[in-house]
């Protein structure tokens, strides 16, 4: 998958292993996370309609966005459904908030961040379900499938995104952007507390 590629090549770092071992041994606590951040990237995308209605082209773009995002919200509670896994709340990881306090307080640049962050969050997300749909053959066909079908439209978001990013900076954008993938490294690699759809991996004892 070309836009498979392109993410891959954009984002500073796969997936660490081990992230990827502890996803698959703690599937109620992936999805419903899952669960979190659909509802979360609808959010943001009607938040951002809300805020700046001057930017016409990118607020019909993000409707479309919020729609679908809303969708996947959707499937993802029907497999909650059928599997038994209930609603509960867990907390947020600290990837978000993480890229997010780098985001500059000032016009046009706080909007130019926003939406460089919405493209690195879309990119990750894009890349942990190719992850998980590799982990899951043989072990969960079925959820390494549906995350396998969410790959094109998580892309697409993450090029949305970037492209309406460059087009509010009227600008390069190379260096916010690098400064924000130097970020996200950290937040995917360094070990987290619990596991979360976005988090790096779980702190394990060493034996």
Known sequence: MEALNEIIDFLPCQTPQLWIDQAVKNLSVLVIDHANCEKKAASTAMSLMYRYIDQGPLIKQLSKLAREELRHFEQVLEIMRDRQIDYVHVSASRYAQGLRKLVRTHEPE?????????????????????????????????????????????????????????????????ERVLCFLRAEAALIQEPDVELRFHSGPMQVELT
């Open 110 to 174: 706080k909007l130019t961040d926003t939406l460089i962050v919405g493209a690195i969050v879309e990119a990750r997300s894009c890349e942990r379900f190719a992850c998980l749909q590799q982990a899951l053959i043989g072990l969960d066909d079925d959820l390494g499938d549906f995350y396998g079908r969410l790959l094109a439209s998580e892309a697409r978001h993450f090029r949305l995104y970037l492209d309406f990013a460059q087009k509010v900076a009227k600008a390069p954008i190379d």
